[in-house]
């Protein structure tokens, strides 16, 4: 069959070949490269969230932190030191709503929200009512009274 195929044909059908496979390599390292761009850029996206959302957190520990040193000292530096961790944490929280929209973590985020609204509500009545039982008094003063 090959054998009246001249070897100018050979030789231009071996490079036709070859340069059709490596045009297929080409493509599919193209694709490759491209396929693994979109998985890093994914990655990267769910890294910063994920940054955020611990940076949101780590807030909110502090915040309970400045909490339990207001109710046990009851001391001014601590309801100042809780609020500007608060402002902190609202400002977190917004950068947070922000950046993340994906419906299903913005939809656990104003959740967070919801919360944090909660919280900072049954914090302002444990202050005023903190302040209607005795105002110069910490909870320790209280709790060695006995």
Do not use: C
């Not at 491209?34 to 949101?56: C, I, P, Q, V, W």
């Not at 309970?64 to 046990?72: D, G, I, Q």
């Not at 402002?87 to 973590?105: M, N, S, T, W, Y």
């Not at 900072?120 to 202050?127: A, L, M, S, W």
């Amino acid at each position: 069959m090959f054998k009246n195929i001249t070897v100018g044909k050979k030789i231009t059908a071996e490079f036709g070949l070859i340069f059709f496979l490596l045009l297929i390599v080409g493509f599919e390292g193209y694709w490759g490269l491209k396929n693994s761009s979109d998985g890093f850029m994914g990655y990267r996206e769910m890294a910063r969230h994920t940054n955020l959302a611990g940076r949101l957190q780590t807030n909110m520990l502090i915040s309970r932190m400045n909490v339990k040193n207001y109710l046990t000292s009851g001391s001014d530096e601590a309801l100042k030191a809780f609020n500007e961790r608060w402002e902190k944490l609202i400002g977190f929280q917004a950068e947070v709503q922000k950046e993340i929209q994906d419906p299903k973590r913005a939809a656990l985020i104003n959740e967070i929200e919801s919360v944090l609204v909660d919280y900072r509500k049954g914090f302002d009545q444990v202050i005023k009512y903190k302040e209607q039982r005795v105002p110069s008094a910490s909870l320790r003063d209280l709790v060695f009274l006995e």
